[in-house]
């Protein structure tokens, strides 16, 4: 089945710095691409999504890069603030899911922005 | 709209012992799932139901049932707690009419901790 590896499991920036996220997939029949924030004690909340006819999507400050050939994703958050602290979750639909909305999620990432 | 909401917020339990979580949603929708949250581990989906009337095994689904009571509602059951099942549960809903293009919507959570 699917299978979602993000990586780093905590990244530490100075506010104004930039910060990369990224994740593999191992299912080349995926073609949604969601990221989710969740604040400290809160629930996830999509941010940002990418669909698999599409290289590059942004949205402000925050944008997501495809890969299709190497079957890697990443988000990108430019000029962070504290507010951008919090746990960020990459997702996939796995094979079989067409009907369904099901996702695979990526481990999360602690990202910390110190003011 | 409430979205989603979950009850209860808390639940100790003893190793052995039942109980129901129970997930409702106010925006019509017709998918709806059931998630848990362990550090390190991300979100890992347990059941999901994709339509009133269907259910279907996520990742995780040992030692947990589930029923689509109606539309609005979907419980996860816990029919023998084991210590392994302390954990942070979230349900999430979606439209459904977009197949895997929907962005899933989470309730506020409940955590659980087993004695």
């Known amino acids: 089945g ?10 530490s920036v100075q506010e104004g710095d930039s910060a990369v996220i990224k994740c593999t997939y191992s299912d080349s029949a995926s073609n949604y691409f969601p990221w989710y924030k969740q604040e400290l004690g809160k629930r996830p909340q999509l941010i940002i999504d990418i669909r698999s ?3 590059e999507k942004k949205d402000q400050r925050i944008a997501v890069t495809l890969n299709k050939t190497a079957k ?4 990108h958050i430019t000029e962070t603030q504290p507010e951008d602290s919090a746990v960020y979750f ?26 | 709209n409430a979205g989603v909401t979950q009850t209860p917020k808390f639940q100790v339990l003893k190793t052995g012992q039942s109980m129901t979580l129970q997930c409702a949603q106010d925006m019509n929708h017709n998918s709806m799932y059931w998630y848990r949250q ?4 991300g979100l890992r989906l347990i059941y999901y139901s994709a339509s009133e009337g ?3 095994k996520g990742e995780v689904p040992n030692g947990y049932n589930v029923s ?13 707690a084991a210590p392994s099942q302390t954990s942070v549960y979230f349900c999430a809903s979606s439209d459904g009419t ?7 919507y989470f309730g506020p959570g409940t955590r659980l901790t087993v004695l």
């Open chain 1, 72 to 75: 890697h994703f990443s988000l």
């Open chain 2, 68 to 80: 689509r009571l109606n539309k609005r509602e979907f419980s996860l059951r816990l029919e023998s």
């Open chain 1, 90 to 115: 990459c997702a996939a639909t796995p094979h079989g899911s067409s009907n369904t909305g099901k996702l695979i999620f990526g481990q999360g990432t602690t990202l910390q922005v110190k003011p």
């Open chain 2, 38 to 41: 362990d550090p390190g581990m």
């Open chain 2, 54 to 56: 269907t259910t279907d």
């Open chain 1, 2 to 11: 699917e299978n979602v590896e993000q990586h780093p499991s905590t990244l």
């Open chain 2, 98 to 104: 977009s197949g895997r293009f929907d962005t899933q």
């Open chain 1, 53 to 55: 006819n599409v290289g």
